[in-house]
């Protein structure tokens, strides 16, 4: 039975603690806070963010740090992107020198323009075949509730990827392997931007054809940026692609889309943040995918749209008509 340990008690570590709990590893989750601990351990079951899931009784929670990393095989890191940095430097002397590092974070650095697995190399050391990452179109909630869902582990070590498809292999939870990490990287960071366009479309109004242009043309922003940096573009079509990317622009249950909507329906950013109450990643990294752009000579019009929208106050409207008013071009650039 393979130990995990995963870092961030919020729903999507949660559930895919359960996740590696049912495909039979032993799961430890680390928390900041003692009541949500002991709350997992004594009820089984994460109040906060997942309320009414009964969690398999192979998931524990602590708030030590270094009780979780203790021989576990897996080293998961659930938190919120811009906090990995901060986070990881106080825990990186505790964790198994053999541990293999899993992302499950969809997010760009701010200042850095680092992807979460630059990020998690620089500060433990970690070659290349012990940082893996996991991304698709994975609702929480949907996966707390065991409905079935497919994903991709990435790795730059094949072997790794199997090692870890087999340890979060469920009948509900379907994981497939790739070598392409920055492709998947890329995939789910920008569809969080992505996201935030089609939820502020749908909070103004504007019906399926400006969103079905948005999801697609988002895509091929994405795919311009990823090739750039040496992604396969095979991946953007598949699950950490185009399968992220439907997922999030079309479901309620998208911390993204929700934001993207109540900035549509008029709230200031202070208001829907507010209202939305859990991380939306694409708030704050549809910045550092500009920066990560701009650094590689890449145009992506939603992205700027759509930090113009959330960090300058352009109003939605407005955004709407620069974006609509850019010079035409064929469809393949």
Partial sequence: MSRVAVYGTGSWGTAFGMVLADAGCEVTLWGRRPDLAEAVNTTRTNPDYLPGVELPTAVTATT????AARDAEFTVLAVPSQTLRENLGRWAPLLHPETVLVSLMKGVELGTAKRMSEVIAEITGAGEDRVAVLSGPNLAKEIAARQPAASVVACRDESVARRLQAACHTPYFRPYTNTDVVGCELGGAVKNVIGLAVGIADGMGLGDNAKGSLITRGLAETTRLGLVMG????????????GDLVATCSSPLS???????????????????????????????????????????????ITETVVSIVHKGTP???????????????EGV
């Fill in 231 to 242: 992604a396969d573009a095979h991946t953007f079509a598949g699950l950490a692609g185009m």
């Fill in 316 to 330: 939605p409207l407005v955004a709407l008509k620069e974006l609509m008013s850019r010079s035409a071009k064929a």
């Fill in 255 to 301: 911390r993204n889309h929700t934001f993207g909507t109540n900035l549509g329906r008029g709230m200031t950013l202070e208001e829907a943040v507010a209202a939305t109450r859990q991380t939306a990643e694409g708030v704050k990294s549809c910045q550092s995918v500009l920066d990560l752009a701009g650094r590689h000579g890449v145009d992506m019009p």
């Fill in 64 to 67: 030590d740090p270094a009780e």
